[in-house]
């Protein structure tokens, strides 16, 4: 892995109009328009969420019974997860971290 050293100067970043909010939208964007903002930011998440978990099902190469059953979580759970109604929270979202990343320990873990 290549690691890469920058450095930014914060007059740099003043021209570019980088790390800047226009103080003017922000106080004039109302409740409303708040609220529609952040449900659009939760459906992106949980579409997100519905895709990493199917795809590490699919990785694995179990359908969603056999992955139900390996993790040891409820088929619905798991098709909530994958149709994006519900999204892995604590330590469901650990295990599918931990499967996408290391499969063969998480999975004899957890026979």
Same mark, same amino acid.
């Not at 590490?56 to 179990?62: A, E, P, S, T």
């Not at 892995?88 to 320990?105: C, F, I, R, S, Y």
């Given at each position: 892995?290549?690691?890469?050293?920058? $450095?930014?100067?914060?007059?740099?970043?003043? =021209?570019? +109009?980088?790390? @800047?909010?226009?103080? !003017?939208?922000?106080?004039?964007? #109302?409740?409303?328009?708040?609220?529609?903002?952040?449900?659009?930011?939760?459906?992106?998440?949980?579409?997100?969420?519905? $895709?990493?978990?199917?795809?590490?099902?699919? =990785?694995? +190469?179990?359908? @969603?019974?056999?992955? !139900?059953?390996?993790?040891?979580? #409820?088929?619905?759970?798991?098709?909530?997860?994958?149709?994006?109604?519900?999204?892995?929270?604590?330590?469901?979202?650990?295990?599918?971290?931990?499967?996408?990343?290391?499969?063969?320990?998480?999975?004899?873990?957890?026979?």
């Amino acid at each position: 892995m290549k690691i890469v050293r920058m $450095k930014i100067e914060p007059t740099d970043m003043a =021209r570019q +109009g980088m790390g @800047q909010i226009d103080v !003017a939208k922000v106080d004039n964007t #109302s409740d409303a328009e708040i609220a529609v903002q952040s449900a659009q930011d939760d459906a992106l998440a949980m579409q997100d969420a519905a $895709k990493f978990a199917r795809r590490v099902r699919r =990785r694995l +190469g179990f359908s @969603q019974a056999e992955f !139900a059953t390996r993790i040891d979580v #409820s088929l619905e759970t798991i098709r909530n997860w994958e149709q994006g109604k519900r999204s892995p929270t604590g330590a469901a979202k650990a295990l599918l971290k931990v499967l996408d990343k290391a499969p063969e320990a998480a999975l004899a873990a957890l026979h």
